[in-house]
């Protein structure tokens, strides 16, 4: 078992507003690193207390390679101090589309190599939250304990509290229809799926979609949006096939360059996700569910906390 006066719930400077939250669920407080950056760029990093002895929890997503070498920075420290463990959990997983190569590309599997040497660095166990690809729970040797944690439940929830009426749940492609299907189950609503064609990194073709959507508001599932093309795409053939109206709803809310404004011209006004990428919250576009009590749950669950 672990007390909760023995945890040091620390995070990654980006992160730290959800670290805020899980500490609340927790009832404990996140403690804030100290931080200093010198003249020449290079980045300074104390614990402010003793982690020896200590249960160490680390939240952070990785959405930029500053962000994945804090995390390795702290998951050393907290071993070189001499924690008793050292737990991670990682809210957005970045590059976790680039899970594999194609034979003879020369290409970098980034989900895979950038994982692994999170794992190299010896933390006891790592949390994922909706994992674009499972693939990376298994760049390791054994030696860590991996989890994937999923946010149906959550998202169910949101859509629930939103009031909406007479929708139908669609997945951009049959890849993620799985996942949808489940979400629909908990939802008690119908789903269906277009196709989707990607013939480069960023660029996907969706195809056709069946009338389960005519005269319903259909609501486009995805577990990301980067540059949301081929959610746009998957709206153009919804009101295609009959929709009233489309909004769209992702775990990790990216939202890359001009897409905010893209979804805004294709007259989509409510897009539904979490707020498991850093800067993530409500305002008039997003509606914001928070994953932190599936990771306080987790956390409690794993670590027998009392």
């Known amino acids: 078992m672990t007390r909760r006066e023995n945890i040091l719930l620390l995070a990654t400077r980006d992160t730290v507003p959800l670290a805020d939250k899980v500490a609340g669920e927790l009832r404990i407080v996140c403690t804030p690193m100290i931080r200093r950056q010198f003249a020449d760029g290079e980045i ?48 957005y997983l970045g590059y976790s589309t680039m899970e594999r190569a194609k034979p003879e590309s020369g290409e970098i599997p980034k989900g895979v190599t950038r994982t692994r040497q999170i794992f190299r660095t010896r933390p006891d166990y790592v949390a994922f939250v909706d994992l674009h690809s499972e693939a990376v729970l298994h760049a390791h040797s054994g030696e860590v ?24 749940l669609v997945s ?5 229809s799985k996942r949808v299907a489940l979400l629909a189950g908990i939802l008690k609503c119908p ?22 959507v005519k005269g319903k508001t259909a609501i486009i599932c995805d577990d990301m949006i980067r540059t949301g093309g081929s959610m746009l795409q998957t709206a153009d053939r919804c009101y295609e096939a009959g929709a009233v109206d489309v909004m769209v709803m992702a775990t990790h809310l990216i939202l890359s360059g001009d897409s905010r404004e893209r ?20 305002d008039d576009l997003l509606e914001v569910y928070s994953v932190a009590p599936i990771i306080a749950s987790e956390l409690i669950h794993y670590l027998r906390i009392v």
């Open 263 to 282: 979804f805004k011209e294709k007259g989509i006004h409510r897009i539904i996700g979490a707020d498991t990428f850093p800067g993530t919250h409500k």
């Open 145 to 168: 304990r991996t989890r994937h944690l999923w946010t149906e439940a959550l998202a169910a929830q949101k859509i629930r509290d939103m009031e909406l009426e007479d929708y139908v």
């Open 44 to 91: 300074y990093h104390a614990f402010p207390c003793d982690v020896s002895g200590r249960d160490i929890i680390i939240i952070s997503s990785t959405h930029t390679d500053g962000a994945i070498q804090e995390l390795i920075d702290l998951i050393a420290g907290g071993r070189y101090w001499n924690a008793r463990s050292v737990n991670v959990v990682i809210p």
């Open 191 to 212: 789903h269906t799926a277009a196709n989707k064609d990607r013939y480069d990194v960023d660029q996907t073709i969706v195809g056709q979609l069946s009338s389960a």
């Open 172 to 176: 951009p492609d049959y890849g993620f």
